[in-house]
């Protein structure tokens, strides 16, 4: 069994038990689960170059990334810097994130939130609502077909933005369709961990005319990113390579210098 397998069978268990301890009212109820939310293709587009800054503790790749970091605190200080989105891992077991982290993360800034997530079920999409996310990730690995047109769907009666995420062309062809707000393609290969930024410009010439798409995982480098928005992608996830310093707001701010 991959990482990947795993990670999907265990939150599968999870959300079960999740489901026996709130219900679907109360999450409605929440103070957030009104909120109107920004649209995520705008602010890639406004900001030059759609920064997605990732708070991140740990992962199955790397371990512990950062120990000590503040959601609140990492937050305003990406937003500050000029991110034009905030990624939050909601995940415990594999990534050491909350749902409290997210709340936080929330409470911090204005540009849009991404619940960083392995969604297997609509009620993960609605406690995105409740608990402050603008986007949710569906990830082509874990999901079939029918089930990412579903939830996209479901994100978007909610008014949700939704972010498709896909590593190669079967995906992206496959998976790809109106409902999808920006398309992602993940550097990293989710089932082996291989992880090379050069995917992202092989996947080019697939996607339709007109689609909003960023760049995933392993960016590290400015050059890297005049070289992927040089080609046409719009923004660009980057969680490590900030994190894995103590101070990750002057990490992107170093970052962003880099890129003017
Ligand atoms: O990061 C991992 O090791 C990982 C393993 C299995 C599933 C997902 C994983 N990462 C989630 C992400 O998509 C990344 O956190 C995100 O793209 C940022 O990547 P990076 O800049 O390389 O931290």
Redesign the pocket.
């Known amino acids: 069994m991959n990482?990947?397998d795993k990670?999907i069978l265990e939150k599968k268990k999870e959300v079960a038990a999740r489901k026996s301890q709130i219900t679907e009212e109360q999450l409605r109820a929440m103070p957030l689960f009104g909120r109107v939310c920004p649209s995520f293709a705008d602010s890639l587009k406004s900001h030059p170059f759609g920064i997605i800054s990732?708070f991140?503790r740990q992962?199955?790749?790397?371990g512990l990334i950062n120990g000590t970091a503040k959601p609140f605190d990492t937050a305003k200080g990406y937003e500050n810097a000029g991110a034009a989105a905030i990624s939050c891992?909601t995940d415990e077991q594999f990534f050491g994130g909350t749902l409290a982290d997210l709340e936080q993360v929330r409470s911090a800034v204005e540009i849009p939130v991404l619940r960083?997530e392995f969604i297997v079920d609509e009620f993960q999409i609605l406690e995105a609502k409740a608990y402050g996310a603008d986007i949710i990730l569906l990830i082509a690995a874990a999901l079939t077909v029918e089930e990412c047109h579903r939830f996209a769907r479901y994100a978007k009666s909610l008014g949700l933005n939704t972010l498709l995420e896909v590593h190669d062309k079967d995906e992206l062809l496959s998976y790809q369709n109106e409902d999808m707000d920006v398309v992602g393609v993940?550097n990293?290969n989710?089932k082996t961990?291989k992880?090379d930024y050069r995917q992202s410009l092989e996947l080019l010439p697939f996607f339709p005319e007109g689609t909003v798409k960023i760049s995933?995982?392993?960016?590290h480098d400015e050059e890297q990113l005049k070289e992927l928005k040089a080609a046409g992608f719009n923004g660009f996830?980057?969680?490590?390579?900030f994190m894995k310093t103590d101070d990750p707001s002057k990490a992107i701010q170093d970052f962003m210098n880099g890129l003017v």
Not at 59 to 62: C, H, I, R, V
Not at 216 to 219: K, P, R
Request: net charge positive.
């Open positions: 990482i990947l990670i990732e991140k992962s199955p790749s790397k891992l960083k993940n990293r989710l961990f992880t995933e995982s392993g960016l996830l980057i969680g490590e390579n």
